[in-house]
């Protein structure tokens, strides 16, 4: 129990460096995203105009200490101000719904991701110098020299143009109405098969290969030696020996991974035009919606903390050495 | 009666230059109910004799000629499911470190089923369970208990405990106490003393650890380089050593005893 109080307390101050540091960087940063606006506008907007975004932005005059009391408080009610891209629509709102969209496109990528290239590692490591291990790792290493999004331009061309066999873009077709029915969730798992597929393909080999390496380490200790001489079926060795023992660094990994759908998917987002936090983020960019920018990165940053989080408590429940007691 | 008769064993180990002879065609016997000591420094190739008798030799190691024989029939040729039925029912073994033969992850408790479920087909009762932990001395809460949670000296009990499950006729044990303190290491050779009279299985005990053997064992064979250099009682041991490596080990115990370090029969 102590080791996950401690963890929390440790999470808890993390937590509030990063919307700390939310708040200090833009107010940090030479001049201030309100002029930047101004001046993108190119004397379309009046002075006074100047004044009411510097205050939407809540760049004002007051004492840094009363605007980060300001800030706290607003974050404390879920309030990240207006979306000048998505104008006059609350940031809240736009990530809430890019969010939804990353996390069921990425979050289903990484799962598929792990358990396939996990157990392929596994079953490699397991009939080390065969023909499977001949073959599939090098295959999947192969995979992961490509690059993200020239992956993804490649699944595209040939399947999506050439053959047309799955959708150019977008996360549903402009006919189809959202709701929990047949014809919908085909045109969703359609849409998001090749950037789904994408993500699978690049990310495969880390996981293979992690597993691959650590479990021919635990394959070599004493026990799993002693657990074949005791006799016991090699299905229980496989799992209750080898890969058990064999997955708890990939844990570790597991944890940075789900960290990173929210962000990481952001090249295969733009280039399927999937409505994402990625995608997102490239617009909020492109039209200089800090509001909207910080909303994505406090989202992010906060993501992988929990995330980590998330492994931290498996970690308790996979390795009985973490929950300490003698 | 011969229980285990090892004849020319040889054993190789595979390197890029060709093969390294590791054992080079040594012959002993233990018989029914026998202590029998097999001693030699590090290196001298007697874990690698412990287990190519138990067929668990790990590549690179392999097996290059000789015959073991376990109540008359060839380990070294049986197939894989004699072998599987011949280990832990006739001959079991204690791994040489406590630490890692056991799976981190599984309660203690469950590598007792574990090996209950694959060989006997069924859960052990807990009363067996407490019958075995009986036999090493260790209370009943270890079985909850997870690996890293227990003592070296405790672990190393869990691993004699675990081999007698299936009662073997022949218990070989690769150094298990050396990692241990004196005092552990007295106690747990105390006490399977005690058990190998009560139960009557015979014991091949490997150490570099002369002093232990001479007070324990039936017989010591004393091996150097992958040969046996001598083999004999004890006493006989004592009296007169034949070859001038056995001298040398008695001598540097001669040593310690006069340093007043304690005689040898008290440190069983």
């Not at chain 1, 903390?305 to 009985?320: F, G, H, R, S, T």
């Not at chain 2, 002093?211 to 040969?227: E, H, Q």
């Amino acid at each position: 129990m102590n080791f996950l109080l401690s963890k929390m307390g440790l999470y808890a101050v993390a937590g509030w460096a990063v919307i700390t540091l939310n708040f200090l960087i833009p107010r940090l940063m030479p001049g201030d995203p309100a002029s930047a606006l101004f001046a993108r506008f190119k004397g379309k907007l009046k002075p006074d105009a100047m004044e009411a975004l510097r205050q939407q932005l809540g760049l004002n005059d007051a004492p840094l200490l009363k605007q980060y009391w300001d800030y706290i408080a607003q974050l404390a009610q879920g309030e990240f101000g207006l979306s000048i891209a998505f104008h006059p629509e609350p940031v809240l709102g736009v990530i809430k719904i890019g969010f939804i969209w990353t996390v069921g496109l990425s979050g289903v990528a990484v799962l598929i991701s792990v358990v396939v290239g996990t157990g392929l590692g596994a079953y490699a490591a397991w009939r080390q110098g065969g023909r499977f291990d001949a073959i599939v790792p090098p295959a999947v290493a192969f995979l992961a020299a490509f690059p993200y999004f020239f992956l993804a331009m490649i699944l595209l061309f040939f399947l999506g143009l050439e053959w047309g066999l799955f959708p150019l873009g977008m996360a549903y077709g402009p006919y189809s109405a959202p709701g929990f029915n047949g014809g919908f969730i085909y045109d969703l798992v359609s849409h998001g098969f090749l950037p789904c597929l994408t993500i699978v393909l690049a990310s495969l080999s880390g996981w293979l290969f992690v597993m691959r390496n650590t479990m021919i380490g635990v394959m070599g200790d004493e026990y799993v030696c002693l657990a074949h001489a005791k006799g016991l079926s090699r299905r229980r060795i496989f799992v209750a020996y080898a890969m058990r023992n064999a997955l708890l660094p990939s844990l570790t990994s597991f944890g940075m991974a789900l960290g990173f759908i929210v962000s990481g998917a952001l090249l295969t987002e733009v280039v399927f035009s999937y409505p994402g936090l990625g995608y997102l983020l490239l617009k909020a960019i492109l039209s200089q919606d800090y509001p909207l920018m910080q909303g994505i990165f406090l989202m992010i940053t906060l993501s992988v903390l929990l995330a980590n989080i998330l492994v931290d408590a498996l970690y308790y429940v996979l390795d009985p050495r973490t929950r300490g007691g003698r | 009666m011969n229980l285990l008769t090892v004849r020319g064993l040889s054993v190789d180990y595979a390197t890029p230059n060709g093969p390294a002879r590791a054992v080079h065609g040594i012959d002993f016997h233990v018989n029914q109910g026998e202590v029998i000591g097999l001693a030699g420094e590090s290196g001298s190739g007697k874990s690698t004799v412990a287990k190519a008798i138990m067929r668990i030799l790990q590549p690179p190691g392999f097996i290059s000629g000789g015959s073991v024989l376990l109540n008359g029939r060839d380990v070294l040729t049986m197939s894989r499911s004699d072998l599987r039925d011949m280990r832990w029912t006739e001959m079991a073994m204690v791994f040489q470190s406590a630490l890692d033969s056991l799976n981190p992850v599984l309660p203690i408790e469950a590598q007792f089923q574990d090996l209950a479920i694959a060989r006997l087909g069924r859960r052990l009762a807990p009363a067996q369970l407490r019958e075995f932990l009986r036999f090493v001395d260790l209370e009943n809460r270890v079985l909850s208990s997870y690996p890293h949670q227990l003592s070296g000296g405790m672990r190393q009990r869990v691993g004699i405990a675990l081999a007698l499950v299936l009662k073997p006729k022949l218990l070989i044990l690769d150094e298990p106490t050396t990692a241990l303190d004196v005092v552990v290491q007295r106690h747990i050779l105390r006490g399977l003393q005690r058990l190998q009279k009560e139960l009557n299985f015979s014991i091949l005990f490997i150490t570099h650890d002369l002093p232990v053997l001479l007070a324990m064992s039936d017989r010591i064979i004393i091996m150097k380089d992958g040969l046996v250099c001598e083999a004999d009682t004890p006493s006989a041991l004592r009296r007169r050593p034949e070859h001038p490596y056995t001298q040398q080990l008695l001598a540097s115990m001669q040593l310690l005893e006069d340093g007043g370090d304690g005689s040898p029969e008290e440190r069983t």
